[in-house]
């Protein structure tokens, strides 16, 4: 009895009580201890560890072909002389194994010769690279609970972006790092005393600034959500450290590993090579979701799952954003895009997705893409001529299909009388009010 009180206490501080609700002392334990349990029960659940064993299949195949197609850029700028030390820091937990992973997929990637693959051969070495930077965009819109990828021609730029100018400016700014170091008067700097000790410490530390800003700038960028650099920021520094941290335990993993050897022969480096992908796609993926329950900590009392609507949390969402879309329209201000809905009505992407995708499918609202690539939303149809009933009606219905909606129905008589009933006083109820009186408080 005392076990099962206590069990059930603890579920009620975890999972019900607001946090507001705690002194400001245990606010923050409280936060931590529940964003431990979503991140655990995302690992548990099976979806992070499914995308990161996706990604390490996808980057087995993609590597070479994209340090191909980042050495052939890197040379016009001549800086391509930095992907060698980049991939050996990068595979250094594999100790001797990691050289001689590195000298290998250098190897293949200086016998590439771009100019001579032709047509299809450099479409299908664009197409592996691309491949790749859509699984990473996929596992990442699936750990911000984001249902809708990128429209095509905003895909294109965004990926022809990072292909050409994002390798320039990681490795420049590798460069740019390693030659001040070893700059005459750093040198110098460094023999005098506190300098010395403050130089160490910050070359100490470089290592995780530089992934932790690299983690940030791809949590902000990669979902197809509005991502607050805060949130980035907290999910960068967790994985961040946590990857460097992992990185010296699976160093002394390595280093005493030579059963492995035995057992897998020739095949053991390419064995701890996806091992060590697995753990950094893995380690990436969790930081996104801690990013996510950070810009979103009431997801956490929801068990980590896109909670399901129910049907008057959907007609209540509905109704405010057609009040929200109207409201811009009469004053002559930006449409909102379903970031800034979300934002407004304090609820997740996917539960204002749902509202959005039942009013476009009626033709009440009208999706509008700007160059960018971002989407706002207009009246489909005229607020003033558009009633409550009518919206109401269009959430209710969304979901139908033929096959499996109301015609094919066999309930009794008298059910059937009940729901028409229903049906009949509720559009008595909102008869001849519509979308523009929603907006009329706001606007007085």
């Known amino acids: 009895m005392i076990n099962a009180e206590l069990y059930h206490r603890l579920q009620t501080v975890l999972r019900e009580r607001d946090l507001r609700e705690f002194p400001a002392p245990q606010r923050q334990g409280v936060f931590l201890l529940r964003l431990m349990i979503a991140v655990a029960e995302d690992v548990a659940r099976g979806q992070l560890t499914l995308r990161a064993m996706s990604l390490v299949y996808t980057t087995l195949l993609s590597l070479v072909p994209l340090l191909a197609v980042s050495f052939s850029v890197l040379k016009a700028f001549g800086v391509h002389n930095q992907i060698e030390p980049a991939l050996a820091r990068f595979l250094t937990p594999l100790g001797p194994r990691g050289a001689e992973i590195t000298e290998q997929i250098v190897t293949f990637v200086e016998n590439i010769r771009v100019g001579v693959l032709g047509a299809v051969g450099m479409a299908l070495l664009l197409y592996t690279v691309v491949a790749l930077m859509q699984k990473i965009e996929q596992a990442f819109n699936a750990a911000w609970r984001v249902q809708r990828p990128r429209p095509f021609t905003q895909r294109f730029s965004d990926y022809l972006s990072v292909l050409l100018v994002g390798p320039v400016l990681v490795f420049s700014a590798l460069g740019i790092t390693a030659s001040f170091f070893s700059a005459d008067w750093v040198q110098r700097l460094a023999a005098i005393q506190p300098f010395g000790v403050v130089l160490d410490a910050v070359a100490a530390l470089l290592p995780y600034l530089l992934i932790i800003a690299a983690f940030a700038f791809i949590y902000l960028f990669v979902p197809n959500t509005r991502v607050r650099p805060t949130a980035a920021l907290v999910g960068a520094l967790v994985a961040g450290v946590l990857w460097q941290s992992t990185g010296w335990l699976f160093a002394s993993f390595v280093a005493g590993s030579t059963r492995y050897t035995a057992i897998y022969s020739a095949f053991a480096a390419l064995v701890i090579f996806m091992i060590?992908?697995?753990?950094?796609?893995?380690?990436?993926?969790?930081?996104?979701?801690?990013?996510?329950?950070?810009?979103?900590?009431?997801?956490?009392?929801?068990?980590?799952?896109?909670?399901?609507?129910?049907?008057?949390?959907?007609?209540?969402?509905?109704?405010?954003?057609?009040?929200?879309?109207?409201?811009?329209?009469?004053?002559?201000?930006?449409?909102?895009?379903?970031?800034?809905?979300?934002?407004?009505?304090?609820?997740?992407?996917?539960?204002v997705g749902e509202g959005l995708d039942a009013l476009v499918s009626t033709g009440m609202l009208c999706p509008l893409e700007d160059p960018h690539g971002h989407t706002a939303y207009l009246p489909g149809t005229p607020p003033e001529r558009t009633t409550l009933a009518e919206v109401l009606a269009a959430v209710r219905r969304h979901g139908e299909r033929p096959g499996l909606d109301l015609h094919m129905l066999r309930i009794p008589a008298a059910a059937q009388r009940a729901a028409e009933a229903w049906d009949a006083s509720l559009e008595d109820t909102l008869s001849g009010v519509t979308v523009r009186d929603l907006t009329r408080e706001d606007m007085a």
Do not use: D, K
């Open 276 to 351: 060590w992908l697995y753990l950094s796609w893995l380690i990436l993926l969790m930081g996104a979701s801690i990013a996510y329950y950070y810009q979103y900590p009431r997801q956490m009392l929801l068990h980590g799952e896109p909670a399901p609507l129910s049907p008057r949390l959907r007609e209540r969402i509905a109704l405010a954003i057609m009040a929200r879309v109207a409201t811009a329209f009469y004053a002559r201000a930006p449409a909102p895009g379903a970031e800034a809905l979300a934002e407004a009505l304090r609820v997740p992407m996917h539960a």
